[in-house]
């Protein structure tokens, strides 16, 4: 069973950072590129970054580029999100999701919230 | 960018057939491969595949829901509509970077 299990998330101050993590499980994880994707409180889903399977390739929203990495460590099936320099609008629930190549986004984890605030 | 456009709510009687919308800004197809996908998210969970590249049913999702369209304009069906589709859908292109998502279709209950 394909899961993705993300943590890392919280209450952190504005200018402040944060690292996500998403532990995969049941693919074979470096196969497979990754993305996060965020989804404001009562809003809709905005992608956030995304990262090929060997870390060839890594894209990033313009609303967070140069703030956020992502990257990944297939030994461990591991995708993180590095967040620095918060700002109040990054407050969202953070998904991990998993893509095949030209086929949307097949798998999701539960979301972790992350919540900047002072 | 690439704007994805949905209407914002759409109101549908359990039965009926329930036809969903997404207008993209520009053509999201490549030589005939339609990079347009579909999800379902209920409060409080994760979104879900529900059709990928237009037209193929995601795995596990029950044969009322169907999808169709090219270049720019898309829709998603669900006939006949049952009260577990009642949700947000949304629309995402992969076509180029950034990836982009409609704003969401809230079905309702008429």
């Known amino acids: 069973e394909v899961q993705l299990v993300e943590s890392g998330g919280g209450l952190v101050q504005p200018g402040r950072s944060l690292k996500l993590s998403c532990l995969a499980s049941?693919?074979?994880?470096?196969?497979?590129?990754m993305n996060w994707i965020r989804q404001a409180p009562g809003k809709g889903l905005e992608w956030v970054a995304s990262?090929?399977?060997?870390?060839?390739?890594?894209y990033y929203a313009d609303t967070v580029k140069g703030r956020f990495t992502i990257s990944r460590d297939n030994a461990k099936n591991t995708l993180y999100l590095q967040m620095t320099s918060l700002r109040s609008e990054d407050t969202a629930l953070y998904y991990c999701?998993?893509?095949?190549?030209?086929?949307?986004?097949?798998?999701w984890g539960q979301g972790v919230m992350v919540t900047v605030s002072s | 960018d690439i704007v994805l456009t949905q209407s914002p709510v759409l109101a549908v009687s359990l039965g009926q057939r329930a036809t969903i919308s997404c207008r993209a800004s520009?053509?999201?197809?490549?030589?005939?491969?339609?990079?347009m996908h579909w999800y379902q998210q209920k409060p409080g969970q994760q979104p879900k595949l529900l059709i990928y590249?237009?037209?193929n049913l995601a795995s596990g999702i029950p044969a009322r829901f169907s999808g169709s369209g090219s270049g720019t304009d898309f829709t998603l069906t669900i006939d006949p509509v049952q009260a577990d589709d009642i949700a947000a859908y949304y629309c995402?292109?992969?076509?180029?970077?950034?990836?982009?998502f409609g704003a969401g279709t809230k079905l309702e209950l008429k």
């Open positions: 049941g693919f074979t994880f470096s196969n497979y590129g």
């Open positions: 999701a998993r893509e095949r190549r030209g086929t949307g986004f097949d798998y």
């Open positions: 990262i090929s399977s060997s870390s060839s390739y890594i």
């Open positions: 995402q292109q992969s076509r180029e970077s950034p990836n982009t």
């Open positions: 590249r237009a037209s």
């Open positions: 520009q053509s999201v197809s490549i030589s005939s491969i339609n990079l």
